[in-house]
T-cell receptor, first 111, second 116 residues
Framework: RKEVEQDPGPFNVPEGATVAFNCTYSNSASQSFFWYRQDCRKEPKLLMSVYSSGNEDGRFTAQLNRASQYISLLIRDSKLSDSATYLCVVTTNNAGNMLTFGGGTRLMVKP | EADIYQTPRYLVIGTGKKITLECSQTMGHDKMYWYQQDPGMELHLIHYSYGVNSTEKGDLSSESTVSRIRTEHFPLTLESARPSHTSQYLC???????????????FGSGTQLSVL
């Protein structure tokens, strides 16, 4: 079983739709959680950190559920420019605090 | 924008050649990483470093080697390139924050390597 798992998608949604992705992690000692965005043939870029109380940044809302060991990303009012792969990243409290990337969820927003 | 640079952006070479992929960052970050990614596939960590003179192997077995003689420089070398090495190589850096972790990675634009 992978440490960090994501549904690869693709999620095909119309403009204006609300879409949500989940990411599950297997290590209960995981400390920090992040969502990255990666456009086709580009490098990943940090989208937002995920805090225990949940956090929002414009149309994006991230939530953490430690009991069920998953994090979520909600995108409201989808734009064409939101089309990308969304990567879940988890750090674990071990030597070096290594980051583990999920395989990514691909989102396609259609006109 | 992040101050981390990779060269070359694209490289096409023949089998058996020795190559070095360059990565430099000007942010003073202690931790640096090399990832390998095929199109549409997930990132695989191949090497990382905590700082000068520190190098570690990542999750994915790789025939490449790295060095960290200076904080800002983390080159990756393939002694004898093969077609199976064809992939995108992404360099990244972050602040090392000990127990606090450090999830904010800054990535370079990548090197697309094709070995014929």
């Amino acid at each position: 079983r992978k440490e960090v798992e994501q549904d690869p998608g693709p999620f095909n949604v119309p403009e204006g739709a609300t879409v949500a992705f989940n990411c599950t992690y297997s290590n209960s000692a995981s400390q920090s959680f992040f969502w990255y965005r990666q456009d086709c043939r580009k490098e990943p870029k940090l989208l937002m950190s995920v805090y225990s109380s949940g956090n929002e940044d414009g149309r994006f809302t991230a939530q953490l559920n430690r009991a069920s060991q998953y994090i979520s990303l909600l995108i409201r009012d989808s734009k064409l420019s939101d089309s990308a792969t969304y990567l879940c990243v988890v750090t674990t409290n071990n030597a070096g605090n290594m980051l583990t990337f999920g395989g990514g969820t691909r989102l396609m927003v259609k006109p | 924008e992040a101050d981390i640079y990779q060269t070359p952006r694209y490289l096409v070479i023949g089998t058996g050649k020795k190559i070095t992929l360059e990565c430099s960052q000007t942010m003073g970050h202690d931790k640096m990483y090399w990832y390998q990614q095929d199109p549409g596939m997930e990132l695989h960590l191949i090497h990382y470093s905590y700082g000068v003179n520190s190098t570690e192997k990542g999750d994915l077995s790789s025939e490449s080697t790295v060095s960290r003689i200076r904080t800002e420089h983390f080159p990756l070398t393939l002694e004898s390139a093969r077609p199976s090495h064809t992939s995108q190589y992404l360099c990244a850096s972050s602040e090392y924050r000990g127990q606090l972790g450090g999830g904010k990675l800054f990535f370079g634009s990548g090197t697309q390597l094709s070995v014929l």
